[in-house]
């Protein structure tokens, strides 16, 4: 080999030595991504759904609401904009709207707060701040400054309970019962 060629071989291999230094000296760094928002991965979400319980093939209650999120976990539920329905073993049905509630999936209890409004499909209305649902004793229960009427019944409390879908109250609290006059 002659000293040209050696030559143009030794320049070659720099020139192709400082392409491989270039070529890894520049290497972009990676753009920093923006943090995706940890998701909990533990709620599912939906939106116009319905949860319901049903005891010896006898529904028991149903509640629909525009949001709900359930825990994966504990099956525990929170629902927003909500209406629902509790059924009597009499045939009576007990209709209820509200802002928001809550379903404990072990104890199958369910709090409804916030604009609460009770309507049995007997004429009974009732309203109050809280309305919950005892799945043990199967007690619906009117709490913070309920109102129950019906025809030209006035009942008033802090808390009035049934356990026949508001047929026969027991007011509990600064109970008061007037018949007569205006109800509303």
Request: overall charge negative.
């Amino acid at each position: 080999m002659d000293k040209k060629r050696k030559l143009l071989l030794a320049a070659g291999i720099a020139l192709f030595a400082a392409l491989v230094v270039w070529a890894v000296t520049t290497v972009p760094e990676r753009p920093d991504m923006p943090e995706t928002p940890q998701v909990d991965s533990k709620v599912m979400s939906y939106d116009g759904n319905e949860i319901s319980e049903e005891k010896n093939g006898r529904k028991i209650w149903d509640l629909t609401a525009e949001h709900i999120e359930v825990n994966i976990d504990t099956k525990d539920a929170s629902l927003e904009k909500l209406s629902g329905h509790f059924y009597m073993e009499d045939g009576r049905v007990v209709e209820v709207k509200a802002d928001k509630g809550t379903y404990a999936n072990e104890s199958k209890d369910i709090a409804i707060t916030g604009n609460v409004t009770v309507k049995n499909s007997d004429g009974t209305e009732l309203t109050s701040d809280e309305l919950r649902w005892d799945a043990a004793k199967e007690i619906l229960a009117a709490i913070g400054s309920a109102k129950a009427t019906k025809d030209d019944l006035l009942a008033t409390g802090d808390r009035i309970e049934s356990s026949d879908g508001f047929n026969k109250i027991k007011i509990i609290g600064k109970a008061h019962l007037a018949k007569g006059g205006e109800t509303k």
